[in-house]
């Protein structure tokens, strides 16, 4: 997020959006990954409903998998 922009509600709405295509395609999980050293990026997806569901390291780097439920299919 360019640094303007931070502060503004952008990254949630595009989670959100995010969500609404995932579950509209029939997918029960929305998941995504990011830097374990991310902590202010860690807190955001965990704002957003998404929980840490383990680790693994991808190109030498360490990151933190999140994932959060849909609804779909429920």
């Known amino acids: 997020m360019h640094p303007a922009a931070q502060g503004s509600g952008l990254s949630t709405l595009l ?3 995010a969500r609404a295509r995932t579950q509209a395609a029939g997918r029960p ?7 374990a050293n991310r902590p202010a990026l860690r807190a955001l997806y965990e704002r957003a409903g998404f929980v840490p569901c383990g680790e693994r390291e991808v190109f030498g780097f360490r990151v933190v998998l999140f994932r959060q439920p849909t609804g779909a299919g429920a």
């Open 15 to 17: 989670l959100a959006d």
């Open 29 to 35: 999980w929305l998941k995504l990954d990011t830097a």
